[in-house]
């Protein structure tokens, strides 16, 4: 495993926008910084880390990367919590997965799993971390 898979796993993030219906989410808009662990059988990846400004219309952290297209659906919001499914297409092959984040105002958690079909159903784990850090400019 190396890198490509990272940017795999952070890449089907970047899949578009989310328009929820209900309550509004218990979080604040502005530029937030994410940090993000892989964990595959057999080794835990090192972070990484982006910036991203995220609004309550667009509550998925997103992390666009070349060579891939991913779609989400099933996006969903109950409480504070946002979840989602995503289909994506790579050179490794196809990913398919589900995600769920918890928004708590300035900070929020998440767990991504994927299985990699190309990878004979290989599973990736993310986990997300998220923080607000100032204003969009």
Known sequence: MNKTWIALTL??????AVALAGGSVNMQE????????VNMPGMIMPPTSYTQCINKEDL?????????????DNITQKGDMVMWTVHCSTPGGM????GAITYEGTTFLGDIQMIISGQ???QMNTHMEGQRIGDCM
């Open 11 to 16: 890449g089907f993030l970047g899949c578009g």
């Open 30 to 37: 502005g530029l937030w910084e994410i940090s993000s662990t």
């Open 60 to 72: 998925v952290p997103q992390n666009k990367q070349n060579g891939q297209e991913c779609t989400m």
């Open 95 to 98: 990913m398919t997965g589900k």
């Open 120 to 122: 004979h159903g290989m």
